[in-house]
C-alpha cells in the first residue's frame, strides 16, 4: 500500500508527516518513528528509508519536527532539542494508536540531531524496544567546541545574550544561516559537506527546507546532551552507526559514547563522511537498520 499523509498533536501542536504500511503483514506489525536532524525535513531522504523498512514489513511513521516542514509550531525554524525529543513520545503515543501496529514492538530510528534524540528518548521511555542512531550528534557542548575556534566562541555567548534582551523586548528571533558556502562565514553547521549537502538535497528534493535557524537554536544545541542518557539505554537493543570520516558530528565523540552504552549494543561503520550516509551509502546505512529492528521487533 502507498503511504499515506497523518498528522498528530503534540500537546496543543498538529505535527505532520507519512506513514508507510507493512508491506506484506496480514495483521499488525512493529512500527519505526522516525524523524530527521538538525534543520532538515522528511523529504531529505527519509522517505527511503521508511520505504525500505515497509517493503522489509514494518510499519514506518515519518515526521517532520515542530517549527519546520509540513508541522505546525512557532516561532518557524525553531529547534528546542527538549521538545523534539517529547515529539518523538508523541509520536510513538499516536503510533501505537493506529490499527495496523503492535504497540509492543516500537522502534526508534534517528540521524545526526534526531540520532542523539534516539539515544535520549530509548533512554527514558521503556515503550521503545529497539533503537537505531545513525551519524549522532553526542554533545552539544564538545560538537561546537569541535567546529568553532576558541576565540569565536565568546563572540557566540554575547549574540546569545543580546537576542535573550531582544526577545525580552518583543522583537523577533535573531537567525543564522543553517549551512554557509563560505567555511568562515556564520552557519550552525559550519563545513562544507553541510553546504553541499543541503542545498543540492534542497534543490533535488526537499523545497520546503530553508536555510536559516534561530540563534536561540545554536544555544540550546550547546545545552544537549544525549551521552549522558546512553548508559541508560539498556536493555533496550541499541545499533550505533558511526561514519568513519564524520566532521559535523565528529566520529572520535559518537565512538566514546557508544563505548559507554551497555549491552545489548552493535557499533557499525560507515564508510565517508557524515551525508555520504543518505546518499551513495544509503545500502550500508539502511541495511543493518532494516535486519535490527527485524531482529529486535519480530516475534
Known sequence: MARRDVEFDAEGTTLRGWFYPAEGSGSTAPVIVMAHGLSAVKEMYLDDYAAAFAAAGLNALVFDNR???A???EPRQEIDPVQQVRDYRHAITYAISMPEV???????????YSGGHVLTVSAIDRRVKAAVSQVPLVSGYENI????????IGGFQDMFDADREARFRGEAPATVPAVNEDPMGPAAMPTPDSYKWFTETHELRAP?????ITLRSVEMLREYEPDCYVHRIAPTP???LIAENDVLTPTELALAT????????KLVMLPGGHFDAYTKGFDQSMAPARDWFLEHLQP
Not at 520546503?208 to 536559516?212: F, P, T, V
Open 67 to 69: 517549527n519546520f516542514g
Open 71 to 73: 508541522s505546525d509550531g
Open 102 to 112: 503492535d504497540r509492543s514492538r516500537v522502534g526508534v530510528w534517528g540521524s545526526s
Open 145 to 152: 567546541r569541535s567546529l568553532v575556534r576558541a576565540d569565536l
Open 208 to 212: 520546503s527546507w530553508r536555510n536559516e
Open 238 to 240: 541499541l545499533l550505533v
Open 258 to 265: 557508544y563505548q559507554k552504552a551497555r549491552e545489548p549494543k
